[in-house]
């Protein structure tokens, strides 16, 4: 039995880095950029105005009560123009006419004449108006040639927005990951219409694992049941070998009981051993292994350690493979006292709030037995003990995780510099 630390060493170590695609920027969302995005523009492209008035030439301020012929007008969308010296009406994102480098308010004037169709033909100014005032230079949000956006960034909608205004189409992202489930045990009715027998159960890994592995942009390309027989089980392997997945992740009979039989199924396939058995709870019998360029999880079929091992094993995995940096450490102050077994990682779940002050706090929920699934229904988060916690009393720091992978700790909140 090795430390949950050292076991993740270990997969990562194995990672394999997914190569890159092409991707239109409108089905990018969620994905995770393979390249760099550097910009073919400057963003603003010309010098505009800020806000609806009069442009004017400032090499230096001008004076309060200063008059100013007003040569024209220029909106959003018109044809550059070239100013004769004169002062010039302009609207907001208006480009401004050539010679032209300044904008006052048009609040901030006093129209003294007009002209026969309306328009303003000479102003004053109310205010002394100070050089570069109200415009938008070229290139002030980004410069062309720069890096806009970082490889290994999960692309959001924000950053849709910024790819759009600067007419990029299609971004090179990283491939999905594919994935194949296989769920053992002749116990589990797979359809949810169907009674069950007796003896039966609902399976509920499956489904959970397929979700799961959707909303974190992996492609699940089969998801089977098989009965408490290695042949079946090695059968399964080696159809989703034949569909190039990168991982393959396994539930139940990985323990030590007579149908636990897939250690065996693996050595007879030719799989190496990364590990078996991690000093955690829940999900200690966990094993890894290498089978040529695929990575095998197999992992309890308890729910919750299947949920754990999504969470704090597979999860890192596919961020390396994606190239993304590590996540984060959150803390939070505990408010549930906590006596966990020594020299045991503990996986617990929990809510996680947010106090007025910033800090925030987690309460463990009760009923941690790794057989229930309600009161991971009920959880936001997840308190990470590690082996030498020792005796966790109200008040003490420690570390949370979101519940599910790609999700942010607290959902719709700022966390910038909280907790950490």
């Known amino acids: 039995m090795i430390a949950y630390d050292e076991a993740l060493h270990q997969l990562l170590r194995h990672a394999r880095r997914l190569e890159a695609v092409s991707c239109r920027v409108g089905e990018a969302l969620g994905k995770v950029l393979a390249r760099d995005v550097v910009s073919p523009m400057d963003l603003p492209s010309f010098d505009h105005s800020a806000m609806d008035g009069y442009a004017l030439h400032a ?106 205004a600067l007419g990029i189409a299609s971004v090179d992202v990283v491939r999905a990951p594919r994935v194949a489930i296989i769920c053992t045990g002749k116990e589990l009715q797979v359809g949810p219409a169907q009674p069950l027998g007796d003896g039966e159960i609902y399976a509920s890994n499956g489904p959970y694992l397929a979700a799961a592995f959707a909303s974190s942009e992996a492609r699940v390309l089969s998801c089977e049941t098989v009965d408490d027989t290695g042949q079946t089980f090695i059968d399964a392997v080696q159809r989703a070998r034949r569909m190039r997945v990168d991982l393959i992740v396994s539930t139940g009979a990985v323990s030590m009981g007579r149908y636990d039989f897939v250690p ?62 590590a996540e984060p450490t959150w803390h939070a102050m505990l408010d549930t006292p906590l006596q966990p077994k020594s020299g045991l990682r503990h996986f617990l779940r929990a809510t996680v709030t947010q106090d007025e002050t910033g800090r925030l706090h987690a309460q463990v929920l009760a009923q941690q037995q790794p057989f229930r699934i309600q009161p991971f229904a009920q959880a ?27 999700e942010p700790l607290l959902t719709g909140t700022d966390q910038s510099g909280v907790g950490s």
């Open 59 to 164: 090499p230096q301020s001008l004076a309060a009560g200063s008059e100013h012929p007003v040569q024209g007008s220029q909106a959003a969308g018109d044809a550059w123009r070239v100013s004769a010296g004169m002062a010039w009406e302009i609207m907001t994102g208006a480009r401004l006419p050539a010679g032209l480098d300044t904008v006052v308010p048009v609040e901030r004037t006093e129209l003294l004449e007009r002209r026969s169709d309306g328009s303003p033909a000479r102003i004053r100014l109310l205010d002394a108006v100070m050089p570069a005032a109200n415009v938008r230079y070229a290139g002030s949000d980004v410069a062309k040639g720069a890096v806009v956006v970082r490889a290994g960034t999960r692309i959001a909608a924000s950053h849709l927005m910024l790819f759009a």
């Open 264 to 325: 065996e199924a693996l050595a007879e396939l030719g799989a190496r051993m990364l590990f078996h058995k991690v000093a955690i709870r829940p999900g200690k019998p966990q094993l890894a292994a290498a089978l040529d360029d695929v990575l095998v999880f197999a992992l309890p079929g308890t729910p919750m350690a299947v949920a754990v091992g999504l969470r704090f094993f597979i999860a890192p995995v596919l961020r390396a493979m994606r190239g993304q940096a």
């Open 380 to 406: 936001g988060a997840w308190v990470v003990l590690p082996e030498d916690a020792g005796e966790a009393v109200t008040g003490s720091r420690v570390i949370v995780a979101s519940l599910h992978p790609d």
